[in-house]
């Protein structure tokens, strides 16, 4: 079974989500930020032994806005050059304990609701490599979460991974 989108717009609204105690936007990998205005754009990941330190590099970026400026009439306006996070939708890859990796499928898309419920356990996952690049960030986190640092939009500070809650 194929994944086919229904347009509806869903997942290009509500991205912002609180998460471990933070607030986050939408997900950009840093060749991404440049799609939108640097006004709705802050850092997102973070690797090193404190921000603003020698050393410290940002893997990835957000959106700061709740819905993403690129909508138009449930279309997107970018389809062909959108973010990775976007492109992945509604599945991602993430590491457990072991480094396995666990495809996710997000049910809140009415279209993976159809799919899952009308699978015979084959599922046509159509953009893995912008999913592989995602996954590559999530593992960033289980190799050393004491240097991992997330951006808190609601505090607009840096919060080290392994003091989230």
């Not at 590099?57 to 990775?84: F, G, M, V, W």
């Not at 457990?96 to 419920?117: F, T, W």
Request: proline content about 7%; charged content about 25%.
């Amino acid at each position: 079974m194929s994944f086919n989108c229904r347009q509806c717009g869903l997942c290009c609204r509500e991205l912002l989500q609180k998460d471990m105690g933070i607030r986050r936007g939408l997900t950009l990998l840093p060749e991404e930020a440049k799609l939108f205005h640097e006004t709705q754009v802050k850092p997102y990941l973070g690797y090193g032994k404190r921000p603003y330190e020698k050393g410290f590099k940002i893997h990835a970026y957000q959106l700061t806005l709740p819905s993403c400026p690129h909508l138009t009439d449930n279309k997107c306006t970018i389809y062909e050059k959108r973010p990775a996070t976007c492109r992945q939708f509604p599945f991602s890859l993430d590491p457990d304990k072991e480094q396995v990796i666990l495809l996710g499928v997000d049910m809140n898309c009415p279209a993976a609701v159809e799919l899952v419920n009308n699978s015979s356990g084959l599922i046509d996952f159509p953009d893995r490599d912008s999913a592989m690049r995602i996954y590559e960030l999530k593992k960033l986190v289980t190799v050393n979460p004491r240097r991992v640092w997330l951006y808190d939009l609601d505090s607009d500070k840096w919060v080290c991974y392994d003091k989230l809650g």
